[in-house]
């Protein structure tokens, strides 16, 4: 949809009630590129560009945020394809997203899942799946996340949202 309907969707995402500025804890306003030093950036990029900004120990396409570039970058391949555990919706997806690289903006860290067959919570990367076993695995490639999340046999059910609905 171009770059008008990334940054709608990234502004409809990040001014929803379920996004982070539902706990009343933040705001996030969106300024224009040439707001001086704004607090981050979004970025929608190629898998090579992706690749450059966050590195590439896990070999599946993923986003990510970087505190260096004080960038968020979305991967356009992830963008246009989704992730398996969101059966073909990308909306949910895309917001899911958005909602989880800003959340590392927020300082917040990888998450397992917490109640078997219950919602992930939105830190629980979902681009690779829902199980926390699954997550182990991949996560035993990067020295950075090797223990983000438990090998315990919880599965989840996926969640866009930081705000976790019923």
């Known amino acids: 949809g171009g770059d008008d309907a990334f940054a709608a969707m990234v502004q409809s995402t990040l001014s929803d009630p379920r996004s982070w500025i539902g706990k009343h804890e933040i705001s996030l306003q969106r300024v224009d590129a040439g707001f001086p030093s704004p607090n981050f950036q979004i970025a929608l990029t190629t898998p090579d560009t992706d690749h450059v900004l966050c590195g590439s120990q896990i070999r599946y396409e993923s986003s990510c945020y970087t505190s260096t570039e ?3 970058v979305i991967n356009l391949a992830r963008w246009v394809r989704g992730a398996k555990v969101f059966n073909g919706d ?4 895309r917001q899911y997203a958005i909602n989880h690289e800003v959340g590392h903006v927020l300082g917040a860290g990888h998450q397992g899942c917490v109640t078997d067959g219950g ?7 979902q681009s690779f799946g829902v199980s926390d076993d699954y997550l182990f695995m991949i996560n035993q490639m990067d020295p950075n996340n090797s223990d983000a999340v438990p090998r315990d046999g919880k599965n989840c059910r996926p969640n866009a949202w930081p705000t976790l609905q019923g």
């Open 70 to 72: 004080g960038k968020v």
């Open 90 to 93: 990308l909306d949910t997806y």
């Open 119 to 125: 919602l992930a919570r939105v830190m629980m990367q």
